[in-house]
């Protein structure tokens, strides 16, 4: 058999372009495999824009939730504050099913409140999203996220969801997964919870019958929203889910002892229970001590000489303010932290460091909420866990107080006995996450005693600062805290 001689010149042609495609396919493959890394170096750098990015890499030891880092994103914009927190891990599905979940409420925010300003109705809006976590012994952890948004006017919404993680796999708990799959027990739990809500005398008056009656059948989805606790299990519910608005955001714990009998056998409550601490932030009410410290911290003013105080807000962060503290220090320079009690639970480490620095620690409530909105209750507790949270860490209570949004009234002040303290240079650094805008914007505003407002917790801010040092210290500037500048005026 002859070969055809244009088939075998086609053939020699399929043979160099299969040569190519190999040859560029494995160029390609080798170009992917050295993109990763040049690209996450990037993104370190350039955060503008990106304020998850900060925090995108994991440090497991900074976190007293191995494995769990809590991410912040906030906005002091007028009409569109909001302030997001949230839990990320080393589990990829986990994070992105939580940061989805947040970010689908920051859009509907802003595209509800653009809309509203579009009509000219512009009211001033607020989200707040927060989270609480809660670490069982079995190393599953439920961390209960709090959304709450307004609008203007009655719009809100409000609603409770909870996710699970392992620390040690990535598997996420599931309802199925504490009943063994059992469809007799999902039954059994049913009533169960049911028999919990309608004997409880408060909510049975609020139930929204044919809402609970569907919320509650045995069906699995049902019973999702649940915290696996040391000694029971926790059925979450939103506002109007199964009661009205008057019963708020009901909470049916069901102890473990009661649902022995159909938990799988890995759950089960052990012969003796091993007496563990709960990990998620227990109110706790106390009032506050102004530091015998700061007297003491005030004589060290000069009497003489341009003084500055800078202000840090809505930290810790392990990898920010650790880069603002060691800048703050080759300029020998004092600054004060107002701290978000939510994100000192997580890094106590970082704000012990900025105490053993000499700093002066400020308390920012614990979620960033608007306190001029907010129930007594509310203010009290947002302020109280946070000051007894930098105690826990520190060994000192705040001094100072800095309420979110620079959003004060009677109420709010009644609510605590630390110093307001407010600002009268705003840098922008929030909305701007610029380390040359920074600096102009310094250079621009700030006289002698002015009260600067930063925030610690963007890298284009912790970047930018040394120049700021450099630029005040070269006109003459002397970096206090607010309260030793409080103490010279
Ligand atoms: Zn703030």
């Keep these: 058999m002859s070969l055809n001689p244009r088939s075998s010149k086609r053939s020699r042609w399929i043979d160099i372009m299969f040569i190519v495609a190999i040859l560029s396919l494995s160029s390609l493959i080798a170009f992917l495999l050295l993109i990763p890394n040049s690209s996450k170096n990037k993104e370190n750098n350039i955060t503008a824009n990106q304020p998850i990015r900060a925090e995108e890499e994991v440090n497991e030891e900074a976190s007293v939730y191995p494995g769990i880092r809590i991410i912040t994103e906030t906005s002091n914009d007028v009409f569109t504050p909001f302030a997001i927190q949230y839990p990320q891990s080393d589990v990829p599905s986990f994070n992105k099913i939580v940061r989805e979940y947040t970010q689908k409420f920051k859009t509907l925010y802003l595209d509800e409140t653009k809309y509203m300003g579009e009509t000219k109705k512009h009211t001033k809006g607020e989200l707040n999203i927060s989270f609480e976590v809660f670490q069982n012994t079995t190393g599953d952890y439920s961390f209960v996220i709090h959304s709450r948004m307004y609008m203007g006017g009655a719009n809100g919404i409000s609603e409770t969801k909870i996710f699970h993680l392992h620390n040690q796999s990535d598997h996420m708990l599931t309802i199925e997964d504490l009943l063994a799959k059992n469809e007799k027990s999902l039954e059994i739990l049913s009533t169960r919870v049911r028999n919990a809500i309608t004997s409880n005398k408060q909510l049975s008056t609020y139930l929204l019958l044919n809402q609970f009656e569907v919320k509650t059948t045995p069906k699995w989805g049902n019973f999702t929203n649940f915290v696996l606790n040391t000694n ?43 007496d563990t601490k709960p990990t998620g932030n227990v109110p706790k009410k106390e009032e506050h001590a102004i530091s015998e410290n700061s007297k003491d911290e005030a004589t060290k003013v000069p009497a003489t000489g341009k003084v500055v105080a800078l202000t840090f807000d809505d930290g810790p962060n392990p990898e920010t303010t650790r880069k603002i503290l060691d800048t ?20 106590p480490d970082v704000v012990k460091e900025i105490k053993e620095a000499g700093h002066e620690l400020g308390n920012h409530t614990w979620t960033h909420s608007d306190l001029t909105k907010a129930s007594v209750e509310k203010i009290a507790s947002e302020i109280n866990n946070t000051s007894n949270e930098i105690e826990k860490a520190t060994g000192s209570k705040p001094t100072v107080f800095r309420p979110p949004y620079g959003a004060v009234n009677k109420t709010v002040r009644s609510q605590t006995s630390l110093p307001v303290i407010l600002w009268d240079v705003d840098t922008l650094d929030w909305k701007y996450k610029d380390s040359k805008h920074l600096l102009e914007h310094i250079k621009t505003h700030v006289k002698d005693g002015s009260i600067v407002l930063m925030h610690d917790i963007h890298s284009s801010t912790a970047d930018g600062l040394d120049a700021v040092l450099a630029y005040l210290q070269g006109e003459g500037y002397t970096f206090v805290t607010v309260s030793e500048l409080k103490s010279k005026s």
């Design 232 to 274: 029971s299990i926790d059925f979450y519910y939103s506002t109007y889910e199964i009661a009205s608005g008057a019963a708020g955001e009901p909470i049916i714990s069901i102890p473990l002892s009661d649902l022995n009998d159909i938990l799988a056998d890995e759950y089960k409550l052990p012969a003796i229970t091993v």
């Design 328 to 347: 703050l220090k080759k300029y020998n320079a004092k600054a004060t932290f107002f701290m978000l009690g939510s994100r000192v639970s997580f890094y």
